[in-house]
């Protein structure tokens, strides 16, 4: 085994026992932030690809193209998005942490933290879609509708969590 094969293998090794030590802390949130990551790079890459298609389609109209701010306001966005879902995880542990202490056992890892990151998936799912549109890519009405109403219950089903 060469040297690169050597670093390959122990950087394989290292990621297989953090995931499996975030399975073992939160679940199925860890499958859902890794998704997220991934609509979050391509929310990012379609938003750069719908501002140029718009630079193209209006040459002479200095708001429309790509931006090194806009692109950057983006990024801020999107750890912020990251931030909350952090504020859930540790709201999730401190409740689980408290029903431990009073002997109450909850079956589920992660309440809070899992609901936001959702959210924030179907947030970017449909912003994918408003990027592709922008794009000029056909894009069925039903999807994005059908997205929106999935975003809003898991909205209403927090709200109706303080009764």
């Known amino acids: 085994m060469n040297t690169v094969q050597k670093v390959t ?4 090794g290292v990621v297989s026992l953090v995931v ?3 399975f073992d802390r939160i679940g199925i949130l860890v499958y859902v ?5 991934v609509m979050m790079f391509l ?21 429309c193209g790509w931006s090194s701010a806009k692109g950057a306001k983006g990024i801020i966005k999107k750890v912020g998005y990251l931030c909350v879902i952090v504020v859930a995880m540790v709201a999730d542990y401190i409740i689980l942490q408290a029903a431990a202490e009073m002997g109450w056992q ?8 899992l609901m936001v990151a959702v959210w924030y998936l179907l947030n970017e ?5 408003e ?7 056909p ?25």
Request: no cysteine; net charge negative; glycine share 8%.
């Open 9 to 12: 293998a122990g950087i394989v």
């Open 20 to 22: 499996a030590w975030l």
């Open 33 to 37: 932030i890794l998704i997220l990551a």
């Open 43 to 63: 929310d990012y890459l379609t938003g750069m690809l719908a501002s140029k298609r718009e630079a193209l389609d209006h040459p002479d109209d200095p708001t």
């Open 106 to 113: 909850i079956n589920v890892k992660a309440i809070f933290g």
């Open 125 to 129: 799912l449909l912003s994918i879609i």
């Open 131 to 137: 990027n592709a549109g922008r794009m000029g890519a």
């Open 139 to 163: 894009v069925p009405e039903w999807l994005a509708k059908y997205i929106s109403v999935l975003k809003n219950k898991i909205e209403s089903k927090g709200e109706n969590n303080d009764e």
